[in-house]
């Protein structure tokens, strides 16, 4: 399980932030992860949970995460489309040339106080 090491990266950069504004205390922190960033969305909120209640300026800090669609875009029709339910072939054209344009994220949104 990643998302412990995950959840002390997000901590670490949220009382980095928090400390630079002069926070006492942060109230909510809004994460996006993306469809297919391999991260359990259940797995990183219940870490969240018991990591941040183990900083002061985190107790009952609520992590919200928004779940970014993965799309794909094809480089010879030009199309984009659900990553998860096609893949990498183009449900389109059939290509193969496609990439990952979104749905890889791991990003801090929000800092609420």
């Given at each position: 399980m990643h998302e412990l090491g995950i959840v002390f990266y997000i901590i670490r950069d949220v009382k980095e932030a928090a400390q630079q504004n002069g926070v006492e205390h942060v109230n909510?922190?809004?994460?996006?992860?993306g469809e297919v960033s391999t991260i359990v969305p259940e797995y990183l909120t219940d870490c969240w949970r018991w990591a941040a209640d183990k900083e002061e300026?985190?107790?009952?800090?609520?992590?919200?995460?928004?779940?970014?669609?993965?799309?794909?875009?094809?480089?010879?029709?030009?199309k984009e489309y659900e990553t998860?339910?096609?893949g990498k072939?183009?449900?389109?054209?059939?290509?193969?040339?496609?990439?990952?344009i979104q749905g890889?994220?791991?990003e801090i949104k929000e800092i609420e106080v």
């Amino acid at each position: 399980m990643h998302e412990l090491g995950i959840v002390f990266y997000i901590i670490r950069d949220v009382k980095e932030a928090a400390q630079q504004n002069g926070v006492e205390h942060v109230n909510a922190v809004v994460m996006n992860i993306g469809e297919v960033s391999t991260i359990v969305p259940e797995y990183l909120t219940d870490c969240w949970r018991w990591a941040a209640d183990k900083e002061e300026m985190l107790k009952g800090c609520e992590l919200k995460v928004n779940i970014i669609p993965a799309v794909t875009t094809c480089g010879d029709c030009g199309k984009e489309y659900e990553t998860v339910k096609y893949g990498k072939t183009c449900p389109y054209c059939n290509s193969g040339n496609t990439w990952l344009i979104q749905g890889n994220e791991v990003e801090i949104k929000e800092i609420e106080v």
